[in-house]
């Protein structure tokens, strides 16, 4: 109460301008809270990529076309609702009109070219951001990354340096990579919002993905279908650094204790929350393809009563 009586004391004895100010401060409190919905966004609407751009055009021009649509039928609502009311003495009614051809045929035709546009967008956009598709205009070679959704972390393999990781995945700035990615048993995906393009991993099959970080920085990665208990803590970082950095980072890796074989794999595969991230000097050859056929270690079931992936795989191929 104080605090108020003093404000208004300093308002009133600083003139007409100081009393101006609450009012700019509510404008500014409003503009805040228009824009808080669009904190969120700020993933998918930065890209730091070719791909995350691409996805984010098709996302603009999509909305500008169901824009074009929606706001001049709010403006229309607006104004049929102003020039027909009931004080308008200049407003007509015409009480025993049925049919206009001319207005039929403009109801239908933009409905009709929206749709036509959309579904350009999407067709063409689908096509040209395929997830099997190298990027075009890029001559160096992609880096290969081995990916295997874990309950409830994410394995990084580097089958050409020989190396893994875990909850971590360093990238060298400008340079594609390429990712081949499954799952240890439950259905799961993969997305990088900042680089674009969510894609899904099922045990005993493979997925391809390219993707491209074109600044250094430090991204999210997340899972986004529901795997279970652990779900909410199945987040990685993506470390996109330059090629010197990126060349460091590897040597690190090599020089460190932990290395990944079919013993280590059998306690990892195990279910696990909020696992911190760990670098592996060294991968046992062939690793993800035994993991993809089936041969490398399994995890338990979550409930001792539910099938093991490769039960359901099997029921899966019989009812086929």
Not at 1 to 29: H, N, T
Not at 36 to 43: I, N
Not at 129 to 153: H, N, S, T
Not at 190 to 215: C, H, K, N, W
Request: glycine fraction near 8%.
């Amino acid at each position: 109460m104080g605090r108020g009586v003093l404000g208004c004391r300093l308002f009133k004895d600083r003139g007409p301008a100081a009393a101006k100010q609450p009012f700019f401060r509510s404008s500014r409190l409003a503009a805040a809270i228009a824009a808080a919905p669009l904190a969120g966004c700020t993933g998918v609407l930065t890209p730091h990529g070719p791909i995350g751009a691409a996805e984010r055009l098709v996302l603009f021009d999509a909305t500008a076309i169901m824009l074009a649509i929606v706001v001049p039928v709010i403006v229309a609502i607006a104004g049929f609702a102003w020039w027909f009311r009931h004080s308008n003495s200049r407003a007509f009614y015409w009480p025993n009109w049925e049919f206009s051809g001319t207005l039929e045929l403009i109801i239908w035709s933009i409905p009709a070219l929206v749709i036509v546009f959309l579904g350009g967008i999407a067709w063409f956009g689908s096509r040209a951001l395929d997830p099997f598709l190298a990027i075009r205009g890029f001559e160096a070679i992609p880096v290969e990354v081995e990916v295997v959704a874990l309950d409830w972390k994410w394995l990084f393999i580097y089958p050409e340096e020989g190396i893994a990781s875990v909850n971590t995945l360093a990238v060298p700035v400008g340079q594609p990579i390429h990712f081949r990615l499954t799952s240890s048993g439950v259905m799961n995906s993969f997305l990088v919002p900042e680089l674009g393009t969510q894609i899904y991993e099922m045990a005993r099959m493979t997925s391809q993905l390219y993707l491209q970080a074109d600044e250094p920085g430090t991204y999210r990665g997340l899972s986004t279908n529901f795997s279970g208990d652990g779900f909410s803590g199945m987040r990685f970082e993506v470390r996109a650094m330059s090629a010197d950095d990126y060349a460091k980072w590897l040597a690190e890796a090599k020089s460190s204790s932990a290395a990944l074989d079919r013993n280590a794999y059998a306690e990892l595969v195990k279910p696990s929350e909020n696992v911190p991230p760990t670098v592996y000097r060294a991968v046992e050859p062939g690793l993800f393809e035994s993991i993809v056929n089936g041969t490398a270690p399994q995890p338990p079931p979550l409930n001792a009563s539910a099938p093991s992936a490769e039960d359901v795989f099997a029921a899966t191929c019989r009812g086929n």
